[in-house]
């Protein structure tokens, strides 16, 4: 979101919309005015705000979902709240080269944890399959294999799960496939008040598998349900993008009755959401090992306070903001020279 909000921002500076007071800070965002970028943002949200209704999205969907959730668990409320709503950022004054949250609640039903997390494992997954596929020979495609609706998220994530065990151990599968990995994604239905559970896998198939076949496989180890679908992907980069997409949409957590909502704000923080085999084994989806959270701008991973700014020299130093200015320099950022290496 925050990288189409960029896009915006570039071409309605292109476009050489009149943005009040924007001048120069567009490309050299300086720290000891904050004050200044946060009208920057104000001024390009109101320049914006008709075409651009992504941008607006983000924060009232985090703040409806810690309204919901307070009003059931005040304690999982506060953390969702606190979490990115202030910043640690590197800079000189006037670039800015690293920003980080201070806290995060890494949640999978966290907007801002989801979007960070589906980034990260995005880029790790896409060099690993570039890597095999240097080496090995296949189709890549994209396999989805669905459940019938479940009542309970647990519940349904476990049959899916064992069915999927047993699914690639059958001979078929072996004989087809030479590696997967993949990732579970579930829906709520608020008709029928049930979840609806599935399981994104990107495939190295071998030998051509028809989807009749497959179906029936499926419907071998699952007994009820047979609805899957296979095609290849043209693009690597748009299929590793699907599987690694948040595992729910934040809307549906709004249309939950309470008693569900509350089963996946509590659902386990190590609940495996990703799988990987064969010859994508071990592709490094650490779901929930990172300690450091990803940079926004890696290539300056290595940087600290005290070092000298690679674009002018000046000291750095560490700068707190918070949420709104931290959105304003994330769009300031679009400067000429730095290139934003979790986009794309
Ligand atoms: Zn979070
Ligand atoms: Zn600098």
Redesign the pocket.
């Known amino acids: 979101m925050i990288e189409s909000a960029t896009r915006d921002f570039n071409t309605s500076l292109s476009k050489e919309k009149p943005l009040n007071n924007v001048g120069n800070i567009a490309f050299t965002p300086s720290l000891d005015t904050v004050q200044q970028v946060d009208n920057a943002e104000r001024e390009f949200r109101r320049a914006s705000q008709s075409k651009s209704e992504r941008w607006t999205l983000r924060t009232p969907t985090k703040r409806d979902i810690v309204a919901r959730l307070e009003r059931v668990s005040a304690e999982d409320g506060l953390?969702?709240k606190q979490?990115?709503s202030a910043f640690r950022v590197l800079t000189c004054g006037t670039h800015t080269l690293r920003s980080y949250p201070t806290f995060?609640?890494?949640?999978l039903f966290?907007?801002?944890?989801?979007a960070?997390r589906a980034t990260r494992l995005g880029n790790q997954t896409e060099a690993k399959i570039r890597e095999v596929m240097k080496t090995t020979k296949g189709r890549l495609c994209f396999l989805t294999l669905t459940m019938k609706n479940a009542a309970t998220l647990g519940g349904g994530l476990v049959k899916l799960k064992k069915s999927f065990a047993n699914f690639k151990r059958k001979k078929v599968f072996k004989k087809h496939i030479k590696g997967y990995f993949g990732a579970f994604e579930y829906t709520f239905n608020p008709k029928t008040n049930d979840f609806h559970i599935h399981l994104h896998l990107i495939v190295l198939r071998g030998k051509f598998w028809n989807q009749s076949d497959i179906s029936d496989a499926w419907r071998d180890v699952t007994g009820d349900s047979f609805i899957v679908d296979i095609r290849e992907i043209k693009d690597a980069h748009k299929g590793v993008k699907e599987v690694c997409k948040y595992p729910m949409k934040p809307a549906d957590l709004m249309t939950m009755p309470d008693d569900k909502f509350l089963e996946v704000v509590k659902m386990k923080k190590g609940t495996r959401m990703f799988i990987s085999g064969g010859c994508f084994y071990n592709v490094k989806l650490d779901d929930d090992a990172d300690e450091t959270d990803e940079n926004v701008f890696s290539q300056f991973a290595d940087l600290a306070e005290g070092d000298a700014c690679p674009f002018c020299s000046q000291e750095l130093f560490d700068v707190l903001v918070d949420r709104a200015q931290h959105i304003g320099l994330h769009e300031l950022n679009a400067m000429p020279g730095v290139v934003k290496t979790n986009s794309s």
């Open positions: 953390r969702l979490c990115c995060r609640c890494k949640k966290c907007p801002d944890c989801a960070e």
